[in-house]
């Protein structure tokens, strides 16, 4: 079973100013189950948007953990407002959270990464 996304997002949240970096909910989606994007703002003005990852990178038997892949990475910022504005067409109960950080690494896990244990989100 999933994490409700209102909680996920709140408890990245956490940890993002938890490290002393800056985060913001840009747009709420559906409490139960929207899809978190992931907008990382760099200090040099460029940005990157982590998306949900496809279906076929999880297992059969659903850990309930969220996986996330590249989709943008340090580009304009126009182009990544671009890309939400084109998935909120398609998928208007989506979560985005604003990430002012330079380094995603233990805050989200990617596709292809080793699970972390950190003691916040276990496997």
């Known amino acids: 079973m999933r994490l409700r996304t209102d909680i996920f997002v709140s408890a990245l949240m ?3 100013f938890a490290r002393g970096d800056f ?3 840009e747009a709420k989606g559906a ?3 929207g899809a ?3 907008r990382q703002a760099f200090r040099d003005g460029t940005e990157s948007l982590h998306a949900p990852a496809p279906q076929s990178f999880f297992e059969e038997e659903d850990s309930g953990w969220r996986l996330f892949e590249t989709r943008l990475a340090r580009v304009e910022a126009g182009a990544v407002a671009e890309a939400i ?3 909120r067409r398609f998928d208007s109960d989506l979560w985005v959270v604003s990430v002012e950080t330079d380094e995603l690494g233990d805050l989200i896990e990617f596709t292809g990464a080793e699970p972390k244990d950190d003691g916040f989100f276990r496997r």
Do not use: L, P, T, Y
């Open 85 to 87: 504005a084109r998935e």
């Open 23 to 25: 985060a913001a909910v």
């Open 31 to 33: 409490e139960e189950a």
């Open 14 to 16: 956490r940890r993002v």
């Open 36 to 38: 978190v994007f992931v």
